[in-house]
């Protein structure tokens, strides 16, 4: 799995002029260096990204908000997160989220979904093009706990199996801390098989979806 690239491209359309705020985060964001990803779990910061949206339709339907909370060395860091409405400056809600994450591994549920909204929004208000590691745990969880569901099931399942709550359901930073308490499980599972590193569970998770031809 490749590190971190990352360039600024013309959306269709073209992004409307950033403000101050956002222009300086943005270019943070670009200075920072390309994350090592052979450095094992407990020596990465993971952020995981969840969002709201009108629906879910990825043609149709628009993003509303983005929630993120970094996981780095192991442990939750509730005081880095972010909830962001898009409205009214979207392109300052998500630079504010790109600040959160710097260009380290991201964790979402239902990547199809949370990846294909966050992209879409990048690239029309920031018109940021990137490619990075993104991991699913709604195919890496079944493919590191069988023995509690072979197969992929929602969020709310692996919630109810390991016995996590969350201050609110279908919140973007709500589920995102859900989510986070799920990957610290994910981080201790692959670590006992001997996957160490964010490629490692990405492999793993590959490996899970073309056995099962999902």
């Known amino acids: 799995m490749t590190g971190w690239l990352s360039r600024l491209i013309p959306s269709r359309s073209g992004p409307q002029p950033l403000s101050a705020r956002a222009a300086a985060t943005m270019e943070q964001w670009q200075s920072l260096p390309d994350v090592d990803l052979a450095r094992a779990h407990y020596e990465t910061r993971y952020t995981v990204v969840n ?4 629906g879910l ?11 993120g909370i970094a996981v780095d ?7 880095a997160s972010c909830y962001e409405k898009l409205d009214p400056v979207p392109a300052e809600a998500l630079s504010a989220l790109l600040g959160l994450a710097g260009k380290g591994p991201l964790i979402v549920f239902n990547a199809p979904f ?34 509690r ?7 709310a399942e692996w919630m109810a199996s390991f016995g996590i709550e969350t201050f ?4 973007a930073l709500g589920d995102a801390w859900a989510i986070a308490q799920l990957f610290l499980a994910a981080e201790a599972r692959a670590l006992s098989m001997g996957l160490s590193t964010a490629p490692a569970l990405v492999e793993q998770e590959r490996a899970y979806q073309q056995r099962l031809k999902i």
Not at 73 to 79: N, S
Not at 168 to 171: G, L, V
Request: some cysteine; glycine content about 6%; charged content about 20%.
């Open 168 to 171: 609110q359901r279908h919140h």
């Open 149 to 155: 569901f072979e197969r992929p099931v929602r969020l």
């Open 73 to 79: 060395c192991g442990l939750i860091h509730l005081d």
């Open 51 to 54: 969002t709201e949206a009108t």
């Open 114 to 147: 949370n990846r294909g909204m966050i992209e879409q929004a990048l690239l029309q208000h920031l018109g940021l093009s990137h490619a990075f590691t993104w991991i699913d745990l709604y195919l890496l969880m079944p493919a590191l706990f069988p023995e």
């Open 57 to 67: 339709d990825l043609e149709r339907d628009r993003l509303l908000a983005v929630g």
